[in-house]
């Protein structure tokens, strides 16, 4: 979806410059900028879809948990770590859960970031750290 977001934006930057050329610095360079953030989103998406993919889930963790302005630090990431099955035999995390993986991380990393959990994805890490108390350090 941020590559359609990004096509998109580069259509309308496009006709805006053209259209515009002069008159509207402003709107152009606002219209870049726009294209800069889509750009850096889709390239996030796409090395944290990477990693997943891999089965690398420490580092999608790590990456999602650490991504600019917590653009990962989101429910859906939080989903697609939920839906990972913990009893893949690919996994080189130890069988550790990916959602706890994933609920580690974030919680690690809000003091460093100052980009807390919404409540939902607070109650999904606490209820996940409880399913896991064993494994669950901080």
Known sequence: MSVVCCLFLFCIQWHV??????????????????????LRVSFNVLNLLQLMTEKKYQL??????????????????????KAVSVDDDDNDDDEQSPL?????????????????????????CAQCALRHSKEFTC
Do not use: I, W
Not at 19 to 35: D, F, N, R, T, V
Not at 61 to 71: K, L, R, T
């Open 100 to 124: 706890l993986l994933y609920c580690q991380t974030l919680l690690a990393t809000v003091g460093l970031l100052g980009v807390k959990p919404n409540e939902a994805d607070s109650v999904e």
């Open 17 to 38: 410059h053209s259209q515009l050329a002069q008159k509207s610095s402003a709107l152009l360079l606002l219209m870049h900028l726009l294209m800069m953030l889509c």
């Open 60 to 81: 999608a963790a790590v990456h999602a948990a650490n991504s600019p302005q917590g653009v990962l630090r989101t429910s859906e990431v939080l989903e697609q770590f």
